[in-house]
């Protein structure tokens, strides 16, 4: 018995009568995702804080207002959108009409992970929908809470008959898997990518595949240690380490390293006050399995500052380092002994990386995976540039966390090893549809058309 075929032959049956294509319908339902934020803030700020420790000043920016914008941005843009794209055209087509038409793809599937649970399945939900998909959701199981508030509230705001939650982990998604969908959109771990994108492949389907990854942060001795510890800690500890794109170590000379572990004490201090334990800013680690694998990571160097962690309370202090130098981190026992050096980090650890100069910091970075993100902080535009023009990477921030990704004009993505695809605002629209390269000739004007047919004469080849 596949408990998922019922669902799918639906919502299949549905795609092909059409109904989802028409903008006004495409709009209800954003309209139905943008009220369940609205209905349901209380519960998801609750169930965020019971799988996360989220406050709901962090659940409101990072969670709810992200996705809520994301529906405004679609509902306001969305006939523009949907409109077809003229194409240029040759002497042979001119009075042809060539277009690009965006339609939907059919039957998506949004599998989502567990850290960011409700931004990193509804964000993509309100692209699938915009383009006119019938979509399944597939939540983390990790993230319990918020997994049952989207399974039990969620499909009450839409038109169940183009959309369902599925639930399960990866024996369940792993059989669902096995159906044929027309798109699947996937974000989560390099590792299990590579399974859905094996799965895709059976039926030729299209991915976008959003990882993970291990994101440098180059800080150059030419900078105000204070701004850039600022910078970084805000945007490593928040939601205690585990964002997909958070600065993942720093790379910096040893004398800038002697600088920033007190501007990173002192800011630490600022930020969480003397028992970061007790503050309300500061969420856990989301279980058991991922704290044991953090807490074996502070054990493989020299915890600069902080360390402390209860494993009752799955509490880890913001901890700057371990440190390692360059060659350390690539001794070929690292990473055996020390996890960063294969695996992200995912947590509030920053382990702090020695070299000598920008060239050793790049050499470093590209003789590694490409990074999701990349950061870079010097008081020297030449610097940042240098870095920028010199690595590849999904993103690059030059003096800045990743406060990019409240700018829906620019992508979210991975590049090789971090992924494939991007989106957020239009690219969402774009990544959810079909780009249907379409021309429209007439069946008159047959004598003007008489020049393209054999025999090519020679009259024929001089035009
Ligand atoms: P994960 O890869 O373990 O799981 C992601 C999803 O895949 C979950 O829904 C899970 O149920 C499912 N899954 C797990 N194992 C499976 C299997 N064997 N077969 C089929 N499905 C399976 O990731 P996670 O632990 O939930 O999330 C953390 C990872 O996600 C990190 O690597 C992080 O960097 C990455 N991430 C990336 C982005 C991005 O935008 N690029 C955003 C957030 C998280």
Request: charged share 20%; with cysteine; proline share 7%.
């Amino acid at each position: 018995m596949d408990p998922f075929e019922d669902t799918l032959r639906r919502l299949r049956e549905a795609f092909n009568t059409g109904r989802t294509r028409p903008a006004a319908f495409r709009a209800a339902q954003l309209e139905g995702l943008g009220r369940f934020l609205q209905d349901n803030k209380q519960l998801l700020q609750d169930a965020l804080a019971q799988d996360l420790h989220k406050s709901p000043f962090e659940s409101d920016v990072s969670e709810l207002i992200t996705s809520q914008n994301e529906v405004d941005l679609a509902l306001k843009n969305l006939q523009d959108w949907m409109k077809d794209d003229p194409a240029s055209k040759s002497l042979l087509t001119r009075l042809d009409s060539a277009f690009v038409r965006k339609e939907p793809f059919g039957l998506v599937l949004i599998i989502a992970p567990w850290n960011y649970p409700v931004n990193l399945t509804l964000v993509p939900l309100v692209g699938a929908l915009a383009a006119g998909n019938c979509v399944v959701l597939k939540p983390s199981e990790i993230s319990k809470s918020t997994e049952k508030v989207l399974a039990e509230m969620l499909p009450q705001y839409l038109d169940q008959s183009c959309f369902a939650v599925v639930l399960g982990g990866p024996q369940e998604t792993g059989r669902l898997l096995e159906h044929k969908f027309d798109y699947i959109f996937f974000t989560g771990s390099p590792r299990v990518g590579k399974i859905i994108m094996a799965a895709a492949t059976k039926h030729l389907t299209p991915v976008t595949l959003e990882l993970g990854g291990k994101n440098p942060c180059y800080v150059d001795d030419d900078c105000d240690p204070q701004t850039v510890a600022n910078r970084v800690a805000l945007f490593r500890y928040f939601n205690t380490g585990q964002t997909c794109v958070a600065p993942d170590y720093i790379l910096c000379s040893p004398e800038t390293q002697e600088r920033l572990l007190p501007a990173l004490q002192s800011t630490i201090t600022r930020f969480y006050g003397d028992d970061p334990r007790s503050s309300p800013y500061l969420g856990r680690i989301i279980n058991q399995k991922q704290f044991q694998r953090l807490q074996g990571l502070l054990g493989c160097g020299r915890v600069a500052i902080g360390g402390q962690s209860d494993e009752s309370d799955l509490y880890i202090e913001p901890s700057p380092g371990p440190r390692f130098p360059a060659a350390q981190f690539q001794d070929a026992d690292a990473p055996r002994r020390c996890g960063p050096e294969l695996e992200e980090i995912f947590g509030p650890i920053l382990p702090i990386v020695n070299v000598r100069s920008l060239d050793e910091a790049i050499d470093f970075i590209k003789r590694r995976e490409k990074p999701l993100a990349l950061y870079a902080f010097s008081n020297s535009s030449q610097v940042v540039n240098q870095m920028l023009d010199r690595t590849s990477s999904g993103s690059f921030v030059g003096n800045e966390g990743f406060i990019y990704l409240t700018l829906p004009s620019l992508p979210l993505g991975g590049v090789g090893n971090s992924g494939m695809g991007r989106y957020h605002g239009k690219f969402s629209f774009d990544t959810f549809s079909h780009h249907r390269a379409c021309l429209l000739s007439y069946p008159g004007l047959e004598k003007l058309k008489e020049i393209r047919y054999p025999p090519f004469t020679y009259w024929k080849q001089q035009l």
